[in-house]
Nanobody, 126 residues
Framework: QLQLVESGGGLVQPGGSLRLSCKASGIALEYFAIGWFRQAPGKEREGVSCISRTSASTNFADSVKGRFTISRDNANKTVYLQMNSLKLEDTAVYYC???????????????????WGQGTQVTVSS
C-alpha cells in the first residue's frame, strides 16, 4: 500500500514562493505517475501538474504555466511542486496523487489516480 504525505504549505504574500513536497512510503515511488491537484473553497478540484515515472513527461494547467515546476526524486520517494509568483487565486488545499501507470503517463485528471495524500493548505494573502 502506498501512502502519500504532503508538506510545505503555508501563508505567503502575492509574488512569493513555496515548495510543496509529496513524500511516499510503502512502495517504491518509481512505479507511480504523480499528479498535483488543488481545491479552493466552493470550487471543484482541479489538476495543477503531473509528472511521469521517469520525469520524461510533465504537464501544467494553463493557470500555472511559467510559474510552477514539478520534479521528482525517486530515490528519496519525493515529488516536489515549486510554486513561484504566487497569486491570490492559487489559494487552495493542494493534494498529491499517485497511480501505477506506463512510463510516459502523465495526467491532470483526478479519476486516473487511486492514491491520495491528505492535502496541505496554501494561502496567498497580503
Amino acid at each position: 500500500q502506498l501512502q502519500l504525505v504532503e508538506s510545505g504549505g503555508g501563508l505567503v504574500q502575492p509574488g512569493g514562493s513555496l515548495r510543496l513536497s509529496c513524500k511516499a512510503s510503502g512502495i517504491a515511488l518509481e512505479y507511480f505517475a504523480i499528479g498535483w491537484f488543488r481545491q479552493a473553497p466552493g470550487k471543484e478540484r482541479e489538476g495543477v501538474s503531473c509528472i511521469s515515472r521517469t520525469s520524461a513527461s510533465t504537464n501544467f494547467a494553463d493557470s500555472v504555466k511559467g510559474r510552477f515546476t514539478i520534479s521528482r526524486d525517486n530515490a528519496n520517494k519525493t515529488v516536489y511542486l515549486q510554486m513561484n509568483s504566487l497569486k491570490l487565486e492559487d489559494t487552495a488545499v493542494y493534494y498529491c496523487a499517485a497511480e501505477m501507470k506506463p512510463y510516459a503517463f502523465c495526467s491532470g485528471l483526478d479519476y486516473e489516480y487511486s492514491y491520495w495524500g491528505q492535502g496541505t493548505q496554501v494561502t496567498v494573502s497580503s
